[in-house]
T-cell receptor, first 119, second 112 residues
Framework: GAVVSQHPSWVICKSGTSVKIECRSL??????MFWYRQFPKQSLMLMAT?????????EQGVEKDKFLINHASLTLSTLTVTSAHPEDSSFYIC???????????????FGPGTRLTVL | QKEVEQDPGPLSVPEGAIVSLNCTYS??????FMWYRQYSRKGPELLMY????GNKEDGRFTAQVDKSSKYISLFIRDSQPSDSATYLC????????????FGTGTRLQVTL
């Protein structure tokens, strides 16, 4: 139980285009989801916290107009990288806080990540 | 200075060895200390967590937290090849489901 999926697992796009990444909690409802970014040889960095039905809270230094987050349902959050540039190339991982269904409310369950490469 | 420092390794040990992984941190407000294991192309998986200072044991794994030194450790006894993965420490002020601050992760290889 407590499985989180991400789609796509990897994506290559041209500079200037937008890319949408989906994060789904498969067997539980998650009122809170988190989006992280990891550059090579660096730690996972929290980008934003997403609560269902409300605006995401972004960490300092993360452009909210560039990284659009939508948490429209209890099982789905999306991250859209708008006008992507090569410096946005990174590994993006989401996590979901356990809620009703399987999963512990005090645990973040992580997705497998999405590798974004911007040419 | 990073909030959380972790030696990236790689660390290579023979099967059966005791493995010691550790992290240091600078934020004295951290109260929850977690260890995650991440296999290649997978998301991090919570191994165990500790609240405040002290030790916690779970099978072959022992987590230690020394808040006075801002130092945490994870020990793996009788290491197995299946333990080969990247181990990430993470910390938070408000709980294991709150904002986490991660170390860079230590890559561990357990050889036969």
């Amino acid at each position: 139980g407590a499985v989180v999926s991400q789609h796509p697992s990897w994506v290559i796009c041209k500079s200037g285009t937008s890319v949408k990444i989906e994060c789904r909690s498969l067997d539980f409802q998650a009122t809170t989801m988190f989006w992280y970014r990891q550059f090579p040889k660096q730690s996972l960095m929290l980008m934003a916290t997403s609560n269902e039905g409300s605006k995401a809270t972004y960490e300092q230094g993360v452009e909210k107009d560039k990284f659009l987050i939508n948490h429209a349902s209890l099982t789905l959050s999306t991250l859209t990288v708008t006008s992507a540039h090569p410096e946005d190339s990174s590994f993006y991982i989401c996590s979901a806080r356990g809620g009703s269904g399987t999963g512990n409310r005090d645990t973040q369950y992580f997705g497998p990540g999405t590798r974004l490469t911007v040419l | 200075q990073k909030e959380v420092e972790q030696d990236p390794g790689p660390l290579s040990v023979p099967e059966g060895a005791i493995v010691s992984l550790n992290c240091t941190y600078s934020n004295s407000a951290f109260q929850y200390f977690m260890w995650y294991r991440q296999y290649s192309r997978k998301g991090p998986e919570l191994l165990m967590y500790t609240y405040s200072s002290g030790n916690k044991e779970d099978g072959r794994f022992t987590a230690q937290v020394d808040k006075s030194s801002k130092y945490i450790s994870l020990f793996i006894r009788d290491s197995q090849p299946s333990d080969s993965a990247t181990y990430l420490c993470a910390m938070s002020e408000g709980g294991t489901a709150s904002k986490l601050t991660f170390g860079t992760g230590t890559r561990l290889q357990v050889t036969l």
